[in-house]
């Protein structure tokens, strides 16, 4: 594995994102110079801690005996602190039911929703990680952006399955619901040409799963900014 040499440091190379967060910190002084191997160890704790922290959720909702230490996780962003770990097998179906076995749930359409559903990413040939701001609503910046204009000026998007997880992680962690206000627009994801939502209804106390057209925004539907 490629290591860096610059100015005596040791540890494997940083990614870009480690960098900018590094430096970042020297500017406001948290860390000095010589600081990188531990900002880097104490990065990579706080990342073996999230993943064992996934592996015990996936063992306790599906039953699953899953190793995540050889995971290659994206560099963090400032201000993106949610991890979520999409193993393998973790399709749209499967997702909802879990979800529906565990709160109320709703969805708009009697469909499979594997059939329906297609997204930009996927854990078909193996896990993968990805990173989100840790917000109960969705990314307020995001606003009043169609899935057609995220995509236009390059903003990737969360997906279907990310945000369904995401959702039972929350509420295994709190009891609580994400997108009690808002929706989440989940851009990352197209179903039958449509963009699926997914939010909290507060009044039927329900989690639901509807859809809109690309082209379509507004104040309330928002999709979450995705690091992967």
Not at 118 to 141: I, L
Request: hydrophobic share 35%.
């Amino acid at each position: 594995m490629e290591r860096s040499h610059v100015a005596g440091w040791t540890s494997e190379s940083p990614t870009p994102a480690q960098l900018k967060e590094f430096f970042a910190q020297i500017e406001t002084g948290r860390i000095t110079k010589g600081g990188l191997q531990t900002f880097l160890r104490s990065e990579k704790k706080d990342i073996s801690v999230l993943l064992a922290d996934w592996q015990e959720f996936y063992h306790e909702l599906f039953g699953l005996e899953i190793d995540l230490s050889g995971l290659s996780v994206p560099g963090r962003k400032k201000g993106l602190d949610r991890l979520i770990d999409v193993s393998q097998g973790m399709i749209p179906q499967l997702l909802y039911d879990k979800c529906a076995e565990l709160f109320p749930c709703w969805e708009g359409t009697i469909e499979d929703l594997d059939k329906i559903v297609q997204s930009e990413r996927t854990a078909k040939d193996g896990p993968y990680a990805v990173w989100f701001q840790d917000t109960v609503e969705a990314d307020e910046d995001l606003k009043n952006l169609s899935a057609n204009e995220l995509e236009r000026r390059g903003i990737p998007g969360i997906t279907f399955e990310e945000r369904l997880l995401y959702e039972l992680k929350y509420f295994k962690e709190t009891g609580q619901h994400l997108d009690i206000k808002t929706a989440t627009l989940c851009s990352g994801s197209r179903a039958d040409g449509h963009v699926p939502l997914v939010f909290w209804e507060r009044v039927d106390r329900r989690l639901r799963v509807s859809w809109c057209r690309p082209e379509d925004s507004r104040p309330s539907l928002r999709s979450r900014r995705a690091v992967s």
